[in-house]
């Protein structure tokens, strides 16, 4: 079997969630100890809940576990960003080492910190937290040619419903949350993102690391050189990760696919993870039935790929770092759902009903 066939065999091994524990739940909310709709978008968060785990109440999420995808990019060579290739090996050196945002936060809301090196330039060394399963050392540059291989695209993917698979089936993670890492990598997001939804580079480009307005002119510009130079075809969605993605795209849509495939919701972090979703969307609709978008990013692609899903954040912090830091900071409200839902006393308990 190739690399293709099998993201195609995980893709279909996606299921819709369960629209009659969906049902259940709602039929639940109002017999509970509270005014009808009180708890406003918890409630509707409660019933997807129901829906990803087949049955009302749902359990409640106990093992988070982020994902930090991390990949190096060809397309910096274009100036998209003034931060050096070297931060980004530095970063993944720093997540293992515990002194990064996302270490910080995981503490705090209880999640484990997972780091997968598919694309990083750069020799790492081992550590506990750190997976290794580079597909190659960096993507080339969009602008000029592919980003990757078709095969190379299918590794990425491949890698992160690996990892996502171990840590559901061995290591008691019950809630995944994806995060990034990659200098440059909110470019092919860009590319992602007009590819899959028509809208025009203008429209999902934005500063990333904190780019000044010529350099943002020049990053909106690169990324029309590359949709023009590919014409992806946003029914291919292999094809358009390896013409305009990067390898740590791929591996999120793989931890998106394999959530799905598990019944484990996965929670979106800012627009790489947006961007991301538009490829698991692609190869299985119903993944996103099983995303949660933790955050809205400040960029401005991220609104823009929400949309498209039909998917709204928890939070607006206008927070734009990634490494999943937004995605972690919604998993209480994520706990609460399932826990209000399940725990709750009702009305006919408190001898109302």
Request: with cysteine.
């Amino acid at each position: 079997m190739s690399l293709e066939d099998r993201v195609r065999e995980l893709a279909a091994e996606v299921q819709p969630p369960d629209e009659g524990a969906v049902a259940r739940a709602g039929e639940r909310h109002p017999t509970l100890a509270k005014p009808p709709g009180s708890l406003g978008r918890l409630e509707e968060l409660g019933g997807r809940l129901a829906g990803m785990a087949g049955e009302s109440p749902p359990p409640v999420p106990e093992g988070p576990a982020v994902v930090v995808c991390a990949g190096d990019h060809g397309v910096l060579d274009r100036g998209v960003s003034p931060w050096p290739r070297e931060v980004t090996a530095a970063m993944v050196g720093n997540f293992c080492a515990g002194g990064a945002a996302v270490n910080a936060i995981a503490k705090t809301v209880g999640a484990r910190v997972s780091v997968l090196d598919v694309g990083v330039a750069g020799d790492l060394g081992r550590h506990p937290s750190l997976r290794g399963a580079k597909v190659r050392a960096g993507t080339d540059d969009l602008s000029r040619g592919p980003a990757m291989g078709r095969e190379e695209a299918a590794r990425a993917v491949l890698a992160g419903a690996g990892v996502a698979e171990e840590l559901v089936e061995s290591g008691g993670v019950d809630l995944l949350v994806v995060g990034d890492m990659g200098i440059a990598n909110t470019t092919p997001a860009s590319a992602l993102i007009s590819t899959f939804t028509g809208r025009p580079p203008e429209k999902t480009t934005g500063r990333g690391t904190g780019i000044d307005d010529e350099t943002l002119k020049l990053k909106v510009r690169v990324v029309g050189e590359a949709l023009d130079l590919h014409r992806p075809d946003p029914g291919d969605p292999l094809g358009v990760l390896a013409a305009v993605g990067g390898l740590e795209h791929g591996a999120i849509a793989g931890v998106i696919l394999m959530g799905a495939a598990c019944g484990v919701p996965v929670i979106l972090d800012g627009v790489v993870s947006n961007s991301a979703a538009l490829v698991a969307h692609a190869f299985a609709p119903d993944s996103i039935g099983y995303a949660i978008v933790g955050h809205l990013s400040s960029e401005p692609g991220a609104r823009v790929s929400l949309n498209h899903l039909g998917l709204e954040p928890l939070l607006d912090l206008s927070l734009r770092l990634g490494e999943g830091t937004g995605g972690l900071l919604a998993v209480p409200l994520v706990q609460a759902a399932a826990r209000t839902l399940g725990e709750m006393a009702t009305l006919e308990e408190l001898g109302f009903g």
